[in-house]
């Protein structure tokens, strides 16, 4: 019972399982990336999902905009706030630090051997005009690390009691969402058709009948 009500919780939170939900399938999760997200090369996310170059970029700016930083720092505060979803990599995140740098919207003190940089009048300005944008991504990925955390609670503990089971659940989450991911883009007849095989499944995991 326990499980079963931190599962309910953790998918019926208006993330495309529940009321509420976004319903452009592979448009999002929970009201979706939308905007320019995954058409430029830039911060992966798991999942298929990616940053622009020019939202990493816009995203470190509102960082730095809370306090100067080093670029491992930039790294843990996008893990913080994100429960462990989001993670860049220094390969992705330290070129877009020395770009801002060259282009005069950060600055860099160095000390020692790291680099901290600080955000520039300049670098303020852009962040000012793009405010709104700089909000919204990092919401998104704000309430998609809050959910992927409640999933985590969901199956905690399963792995001591039962390793193999463990396994075959990560196993399988793995599979369902490489699958969706491969048919992101779907016509509405195909959406409709995944909707009722998710939804069924939803139902037997929970224990009671589809409707």
């Known amino acids: 019972m326990f499980f079963r009500h931190h599962l309910r919780h953790a998918l019926n939170r208006h993330d495309g399982f529940g009321h509420g939900s976004d319903h452009r399938f592979g448009g999002g999760m929970g009201g979706g990336f939308g905007g320019r997200f995954g058409r430029r090369r830039g911060g992966d996310i798991p999942g298929g999902r990616k940053l622009s170059a020019e939202e990493l ?12 930083a080093h670029g491992y720092e930039i790294i843990r505060r996008l893990e913080e706030r994100t429960n462990g979803f989001y993670k860049p990599s220094p390969g992705m ?5 020395t770009y801002l740098e060259e282009i005069g919207q950060a600055e860099v003190t160095q000390e020692g051997t790291r680099k901290l940089y600080t955000l520039t009048d300049q670098g303020q300005a852009y962040l000012t005009e ?6 919204r991504i990092l919401e998104i990925l704000t ?19 039962d390793p193999e089971a463990a396994d075959g659940l990560h196993k ?17 007849v195909e959406a409709r058709r995944i909707a009722a095989i998710l939804m069924r499944a939803a139902a037997e995991i929970m224990g009671r009948e589809s409707s």
């Open 57 to 68: 970029q816009l995203v470190i700016l509102a960082l730095l905009a809370e306090s100067p």
């Open 93 to 97: 995140v330290y070129p877009a630090m």
């Open 130 to 135: 793009n405010r709104a944008e700089a909000a």
């Open 143 to 161: 309430r998609i690390g809050s959910r992927m955390s409640e999933v985590r609670e969901a199956f905690a503990g399963l792995h001591d009691v």
């Open 172 to 188: 399988a989450r793995h599979h369902l969402k490489a699958a969706l991911y491969k048919h992101r883009g779907c016509s509405p």
